[in-house]
């Protein structure tokens, strides 16, 4: 089974930025498409990142697009997700999600029912 576990979260001001990651368990990490969810209690998960398995392409909700980016580094077996100029909106559980696609396209992406494996989340606070 494919195990995830995030690090990175914490508490920061508005217009900081802050980085988390998400390490994946097991060898051949190409194989398996990435996303980045966010949930605040009460809410639904929202969509945050898609980022394919080789890296190459990478899709981001209109929310963040421009301030948060994504990579990859498959020889560490860790997807990471940069966010700049953050928003006290931004303010959530961030969760990494994983699904087993070789394709470098999908139109699915945003649908989290479709990650098959996913981590316990990093907490993520912006202040005012």
């Known amino acids: 089974q494919v195990q995830l576990v995030e690090s990175g979260g914490g508490l920061v001001q508005a217009g900081d930025s802050l980085s988390v990651s998400c390490t994946v368990s097991?060898?051949?990490?190409?194989?398996?498409?990435m996303a980045w969810f966010r949930q605040v209690p009460g809410k639904e998960r929202e969509f945050v990142s898609y980022?394919?398995?080789?890296?190459?392409?990478?899709i981001y909700a209109d929310s963040v697009k421009g301030r948060f980016t994504g990579s990859r580094d498959n020889a560490k077996n860790t997807v990471y997700l940069q966010m700049n100029s953050l928003k006290p909106e931004d303010t959530a559980v961030y969760y990494c999600?994983?699904?087993?696609?070789?394709?470098?396209?999908?139109?699915?992406?945003?649908?989290?029912?479709?990650?098959?494996?996913w981590g316990q989340g990093t907490q993520v606070t912006v202040s005012s």
């Open positions: 999600a994983a699904r087993r696609l070789l394709t470098d396209y999908v139109s699915d992406y945003p649908q989290a029912i479709k990650y098959a494996y």
């Open positions: 097991g060898r051949s990490s190409s194989t398996y498409a």
């Open positions: 980022i394919s398995g080789s890296g190459r392409n990478t």
